[in-house]
Structure formats: C-alpha cells, structure tokens
C-alpha cells in the first residue's frame, strides 16, 4: 500500500490554487496530482513528499484532507496491460473504488486502484503482481 | 433551587391577584406619561379604567418594533433621564435600533429574573459562572453578569471571542456554569477537543444557561455531550428586558416565564386574536414592573405555545414552549411556510456533516431556488465521489421529506461557512436581487 493525498475541494475559481500553495509553503514537492471534478466540487488526489505532513498542514489551514491507503502495482508497458490487471480483479470479484495510472519507464506503468477489500494486495502480488514501494514515489513519513 | 422560593412557587390564584394590581398600575402608569400610548389608547378607544380583568388586556392596541424606532432614541422613555442608570439596544441590523432604559430598580429586577434562571438551573453562590456573551449594548453579556453577581456566583466576564482563553479559563477556574449563544458554546467545544482535552471529563463545567438563537434539540444534546452539562435554554429580549424573561429549570421541558413582572400571551400573527393554550403564535409580553421602558402588549415576533399543566420543579410560572421561530424568520418558499429549525433538525441529526450549515435563496425565474451549504466531518471518506454524491442525495431527500420543498446539497470546504462568535448567520436571502 502507499499513501495517497486527499484532499476535499469546491469547484471554485482559485481553490486549486490556493490548496497547492499551502501544500508548497510547507515545503513539500508533489510528484502527480489527479482531479475527480464534478458540477460542485472536486477531490485532488496527490502523490507528494511525506503526505502525512502534507495533510497536517492541509488540515491546519482548514481543509478536508485525508491520508487514503491505495494499491499501487507495476504492470507491463504493452497492450493489454492494464486490461489484463482489470479482469484478474473483476475474477476475483474485487470492486475498485476508482483508479489511475502514473508515468511509466518504458518497461512498466504503474496503476494505482482504491479498493475497499484491503486483501486485494496480497492476492495480486500471490498472482506475481510487484507492488510500487512507497520509497519509489515519494519521500516517506 | 430557588432563588425566591416565595415568589416563583406563589399559588396560582395569588400570582393573577398580583398580576392584575400590576396591571392595572402599568396601563395608568403608561397612559399618563408616555404619549405614544396615550395616543393608541386614544385611537383604540380605550381607557386605564377599562383594564378590571387579566381578560381586558386584550382590549389594548399592541406595540411593535416599528412604533419603538419611531421613537427613537428616548420617545419611549417614562422616567426622567437622571433616573435612566443604562442603556441597552437591539443589534439593529435590520434598520434603526430600538433603545431600552433602565432605572436601578429595572436592573435589579432584571438580575433577579436571571438569578432565577441560574437557581433554576442548578447553580447556587458555590458556582463558577462563566459568561462569553458580547458585554455592552447587546443585553447578554451585562444581563448574565448582574444575574449572576446577584445570585452570588463567581463570575468570569469574558464576552465573546478568545476562544483559547475561554477554554484555559474555563479548566483552570474550575467553570461550573457556561453562558453564552448555543452556537458558540459548540465552537467553544469543538476547540476544546481539537486541542485534546475532553471536556466532559476533564473539565468540571455542568451547566449551561444558553440563549439569544433558537437551537434544535439535536444541537442541545451535541453541546451536552461534548461538554458534560445540562443545557437549560434560557429567552430574552431587549425590548422586554434581556435575557431571563423565561427559563428552562432541570426538567428541561418548557421556559418558566417570570409571571410577576410579565404578562405573556401568544396571538395568531395573522389575525391578532389569542389562541387556546398549547396552540402555536405569536409571543406578545406585558411588562408589569418596569419603570423605564414599560411595554404594553409588544409583539416579539417570536413562535411559541403555552406549555399546559405544572411543572415537577414547583415553580407555578407557566412555561412558554422553546422558540419555533421568529414570524419574520420564517421561510415563505414556493408558498411553503418554513423554519430554519426544521432545517437544522435534520444537519444535526446528519453524522457525516458538522452542525455548521447556510441556507442561500435565491430565484430562479419565477420560483424560488434553496441551496443549503454544509461541510463533511473530517472523518467523512471524501476521497471517493461516490459517497459524496449519496451523501448530497440522502440529506436532499430527507429535506423534502421534512419540509416539502426540494432544496438543492452543496457540500463545501470547512473555511465557506463563518463560524460564530455571536448570532450566527445562517440564512441568505439572494431572491430580491437582480443578477
């Protein structure tokens, strides 16, 4: 499992602004940021540099933020890559929350699924799915 | 349990003797030295001498907000000013303000009447008692430190704001008693438990005497909890005096209204006639002992009923029900008649949102569009949409359900909605505006 960001926004001119900012005045670096919208509001989901102090300064500044354990596994950087990961969790009745997929070296992507089933890790790597390691991504806390 | 057993347990018989001397003083008493009610007493076609009964008070013309802004700033007066020992007036955020003087003996029966309230409550000479109302103009803060410097209790003059040092006071004093609005009391608990502590274990703080907004019953048993008190509701009015016109005593059904020095009754807000004890309307009080702003008949356009039957404690004031609403408060969307209490019912009763809520009108084309703004608690799982999205849905329905008017969900960051440090503003009204 790694440590994804979460963070509650409106969809309002400047909320996205102002959320990095904060994030940025602590200092920390994000590494990917992806963005549910809907008509209201948003949720941000981040990989940064120790997310546990990210979502301390978040909170302080009076935001919804959360530190939300997602799965994230290596799957090879051809057709059917991620297809194949889908089937293999739709086989296993696992129902993924969402998901998304990080830039990748030329060997691998990485996808990153939210599933409620915590036992969806181990059946995969059992299944010879690599788990991404915390460390590969961001700075741990 | 009493502060003046004799007075607040007098048979019921006795009570309406001295209501109806009282009575009968106010109306010559007003007649002859303040011209407005000579005035309406002359329109009416009424005089002092036609007032033989309790019944006969309703053969006199009422007084309104309106007729107190006329007079503004001392019209009302029926004292000379060297006898004026402080002023007081409303907030006036609707208009001018309406100014209320007091003599020394006007404050002192003021201080009794809170000084029951606090008895009433469970409080004595041994209690701590800490008032975070605004002290100045506004009646909260002074009216609850008079009522608890004469009931002998130690008092914190803290007014509002400062929220750290009302909490670090309020553990290191020892506060036994908590007086301010219900929505800062929440605020002030909900900082406590930010900071660690808990303050219904750690904190030796058991009663609350909380007022000047209507609160629901949800939101009182979530400030009880979170503090470890008894809340007991206390109402008041500037016009009428300030806060211990009436108050809840520890069976917390109904406010006990201080019958010696007022007339309550409610009337039907459309047709001004008295209703039948335990109907809804309009609360309308009669000061019987005031000497400088005396009031006849002032419509206080607040929603309430006459609680029947005695009350367990022994107090034989009759109790006036919690306040539903304000007349004017009160929502007239798409035709339907709503309170925002029906609306905070529901958030409070909600555990995926906070109790902080806006309602904003606006119009949309010929009908009138209500959004109502609340923020997920910060252990709501927000990262998936989906549980925002049934969240929106479940509260939305649950409002039609209660109201009969679709209101449309918009959940928001914590920092949209101010938080409160004196009435809270929970209503928007956009509809007058042109986009």
Not at chain 1, 81 to 102: M, R, S
């Amino acid at each position: 499992m790694i440590s994804q960001l979460t963070v509650f926004i409106e969809n309002e001119e400047g909320r996205l602004a102002s959320m990095c900012r904060v994030v940025s005045d602590a200092g920390i670096n994000m590494h990917a940021l992806f963005l549910a919208d809907t008509e209201t509001f948003g949720v941000a989901r981040i990989f940064c540099d120790t997310p546990n102090a990210a979502c301390d300064a978040l909170r302080n500044a009076g935001y919804r933020a959360s530190v939300t354990p997602v799965i994230a596994v290596k799957v090879p950087n051809e057709p059917a890559g991620l297809a194949d990961l889908l089937d293999f969790l739709n086989q296993h009745a696992f129902n993924i929350e969402y998901g998304y997929c990080l830039p990748s070296s030329s060997e691998y992507a990485v996808d990153v699924l939210k599933i409620d089933d915590l036992s969806a890790e181990t059946t995969l790597e059992e299944a010879g799915y690599e788990s991404v390691r915390p460390e590969d991504i961001y700075a741990v806390d | 349990m009493y502060f003046q057993k004799a007075i607040e347990t007098m048979p019921e018989e006795e009570l309406r003797n001295l209501q109806l001397r009282r009575l009968k003083r106010l109306v010559d008493y007003c007649y002859k030295r303040i011209p407005f009610y000579r005035e309406a007493f002359d329109r009416a076609d009424v005089l002092p001498e036609d007032v033989q009964s309790l019944a006969d008070l309703a053969k006199l013309p009422f007084t309104t907000k309106q007729d107190m802004r006329n007079a503004y700033p001392f019209g009302m007066f029926a004292v000379p000013r060297e006898d004026v020992v402080r002023v007081h007036c409303s907030s006036g955020t609707t208009g001018t303000a309406t100014v209320v003087g007091y003599t020394q003996k006007d404050l002192d029966n003021w201080a009794d009447c809170f000084a029951r309230a606090i008895y009433a409550a469970g409080g004595s000479k041994h209690s701590v008692l800490q008032v975070c109302y605004g002290y100045g103009l506004f009646t909260g803060g002074l009216g609850a430190h008079d009522g608890g410097t004469r009931a002998g209790c130690t008092v914190l003059p803290m007014s509002t704001g400062n929220t750290d040092r009302q909490i670090r006071l309020m553990k290191d004093f020892g506060t036994d008693i908590l007086c301010c609005t219900p929505s800062y009391a929440l605020l002030i608990a909900n900082h406590a438990i930010e900071q660690g502590f808990d303050p219904a274990h750690d904190f030796n703080i058991s009663m609350g005497i909380m007022g000047a907004e209507p609160f629901s019953n949800n939101m009182r048993r979530e400030i009880e909890e979170k503090l470890g008190i008894r809340l007991c509701d206390i109402y008041g009015l500037s016009e009428i005096m300030g806060p211990g016109v009436s108050s809840e005593c520890k069976q917390q059904h109904g406010l006990h209204v201080n019958e010696d020095q007022f007339i309550i009754e409610i009337v039907d807000p459309e047709t001004l006639q008295p209703v039948p004890d335990g109907q809804w309307g309009e609360v309308v009080f009669t000061t019987l002992c005031k000497e400088c702003s005396p009031l006849i008949r002032y419509r206080t356009r607040d929603v309430s009923r006459i609680i029947t039957g005695q009350c367990e404690c022994g107090r034989t004031f009759r109790r006036m029900d919690r306040i539903q609403g304000r007349t004017d408060d009160m929502l007239i969307i798409r035709g339907v008649n709503v309170f925002p209490s029906q609306i905070e019912e529901v958030i409070t009763e909600a555990p995926e949102v906070t109790p902080y809520y806006q309602i904003v009108l606006t119009s949309k084309g010929p009908l009138d569009h209500v959004t109502l703004l609340v923020e997920p608690v910060p252990e709501f799982p927000f990262d998936e949409v989906r549980k925002l999205e049934e969240l929106k849905k479940r509260l939305g329905a649950e409002l039609k359900k209660n109201l009969g008017v679709a209101v449309e969900i918009k959940i928001v960051e914590p920092k949209t909605i101010e938080r409160a440090e004196g009435k809270a503003k929970r209503i928007i009204d956009k509809r007058g505006d042109t986009l």
